[in-house]
């Protein structure tokens, strides 16, 4: 499995401007086949302790099945579109791409 983790600071980051981003990202990017797990939230603000990075106020959590559903996800259609409807608010993303081990799989039993 592939963690892929996105941090947004926002030129506007008005409650619309948030609102908008994470709206966007529901919409077009977590229909993707070989996603495990998908969440798309505003920073929490009231976590503020010396530990606590503040600089962004959208943040993006995508579990994909393996490097393949990944790699796919980067040039699917969806994404780039994603990309070009809200770059224009974006003063800086961060990207962490990190390989997780398999036994740590969501279990589908309830």
């Not at 010396?50 to 393996?66: K, P």
Request: glycine share 4%; with cysteine.
């Amino acid at each position: 499995m592939l963690g892929h983790y996105v941090f947004f600071q926002l030129e506007d980051s008005s409650q619309d401007a948030v609102e908008k981003l994470v709206q966007s990202a529901e919409t077009l990017l977590s229909p993707s086949d070989g996603i495990v797990f998908f969440a798309c939230g505003e920073r929490t603000a009231d976590l503020t302790r010396a530990v606590n990075d503040t600089q962004f106020e959208v943040g993006l959590q995508i579990v994909f099945r393996d490097r393949a559903a990944h790699d796919r996800y980067q040039e699917a259609p969806e994404h780039l579109e994603f990309i070009e409807k809200n770059k224009t608010n974006w003063a800086q993303i961060r990207v962490f791409d990190i390989d997780l081990p398999s036994h740590h799989a969501p279990s589908s039993t309830a």
